[in-house]
Structures are given as structure tokens and as C-alpha cells.
């Protein structure tokens, strides 16, 4: 394919409002647990990069979800691809996301992981498209506020592709 990658945001950028971020959420769970919970694949370079700034004990899991819907608009309907190793009961669960689009994946992820009855449960995600929220969603912690535009890298792909650029960068078809 022929596309070509445009730097939206430096690898300087995004490492410098990780360790921002990483700091806030360290200072907000103070004397407190972070369960994070990295939503996969997208998630997975950030929920590490964020996991390193924090100073508050941290414990990981994983899960990945698949969006009924087209190439382009997801549907809200969620589907479990791997569930969670442990039980959140009674923990205060981080969700790290790599992009928050529409909002439709995670206010039912959200709804889904309410009723295991956790502590609480905040949502930080790199990257969030306001322009395109459909489905109301309580984002607790943005890195960026980006424009409508179709983004990789840090995690991201188009088409399974991109997902180890360091930085963040626009496809241009
Ligand atoms: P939504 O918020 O339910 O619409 O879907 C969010 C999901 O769509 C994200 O977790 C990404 O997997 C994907 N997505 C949305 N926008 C982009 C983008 O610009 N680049 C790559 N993936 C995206
Ligand atoms: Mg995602």
C-alpha cells in the first residue's frame, strides 16, 4: 500500500506527557493499589510506558475485546476475546486505553467491569478524538486531545501495521 505517515506528536512528546500523567494518577492513589487493566492490543506500549512513571504499587492484567461493527464506526456491542486472569472485587481499577473514538467500546467495557463489583474504576487513555464521541464516556486521564484524523503508531495500527512506530503519526492515503 501506498500510504504515507505524517508526525502528528514526537516520541519526545508523548514520553514527556506520560511521565506528566504517570505523576497525576501516582498523586490522585496515593496511600492505594493501581489495578491496571490494558486493553489489547492497542494499549499495550502505553499501559508500559505508564506503568513505569508510577509510585504506587501497580499490578497488571489484560483483556481484549472485539467490536461488533464496520471498518470504521464500531457497534457498542462488546465481545469478551480474553477475559481478565483475576477478579477485580474490592480493587481500584485503572483501564488504559490507547484511543478513545466514538466511545462506544468503552462505555460497555466500562458497564461489563462495573458489575464484578471493583472498588472503583478510572479511565486514562493516550489519545482521545472529542470531535467523534457518540456514546457519553467519563475519560479521567487524556494525554492528547487529537483531531478527527486516522492515527498509528505507540500501539495503534491501520491494518495490523504501524503499532511499534514510536511516535504518533496521521495516515495519509
Ligand atoms: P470506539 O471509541 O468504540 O469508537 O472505538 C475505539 C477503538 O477504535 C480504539 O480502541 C481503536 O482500536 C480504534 N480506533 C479509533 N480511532 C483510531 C485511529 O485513529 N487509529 C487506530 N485505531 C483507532
Ligand atoms: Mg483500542
Redesign the pocket.
Known amino acids: 500500500m501506498s500510504e504515507k505517515i505524517r508526525q502528528l506528536l514526537s516520541e519526545e512528546e508523548v514520553d514527556r506527557r506520560i511521565c506528566e500523567i504517570g505523576k497525576q494518577i501516582s498523586k490522585d492513589y496515593e496511600g492505594k493499589s493501581v489495578h491496571m487493566i490494558c ?1 489489547l492490543k ?1 494499549g499495550v506500549f502505553f499501559t508500559c510506558e505508564l506503568a513505569k512513571r508510577l509510585t504506587v504499587p501497580v499490578s497488571l492484567d489484560f483483556m481484549s475485546v472485539s ?1 461488533y461493527g464496520n471498518d470504521t ?2 457497534s ?1 456491542v462488546v465481545r469478551i476475546v480474553k477475559d481478565l486472569d483475576e477478579n477485580i472485587e474490592g480493587k481500584d481499577v485503572l483501564i488504559v ?10 462505555s460497555h467495557l466500562i458497564e461489563i467491569l462495573k458489575q464484578r463489583h471493583p472498588n472503583s474504576i478510572r479511565l486514562c487513555t493516550l ?1 482521545d ?1 472529542p470531535e ?1 464521541r ?2 457519553d464516556v467519563k475519560v479521567d486521564y487524556v494525554c492528547f486531545n487529537i483531531p478527527d ?4 503508531g505507540y500501539g ?3 491494518a495490523q501495521k504501524y503499532r511499534n512506530l514510536p511516535y504518533i503519526g496521521v495516515v495519509e492515503f
Not at 97 to 106: K, V, Y
Not at 149 to 152: G, I, K, L, N, Y
Open positions: 486493553v492497542g467490536s464506526n464500531s457498542g486505553e490507547d484511543i478513545i473514538d466514538s466511545g462506544r467500546t468503552l489519545l478524538k467523534r457518540v456514546k484524523e486516522f492515527v498509528v495503534l495500527d491501520y
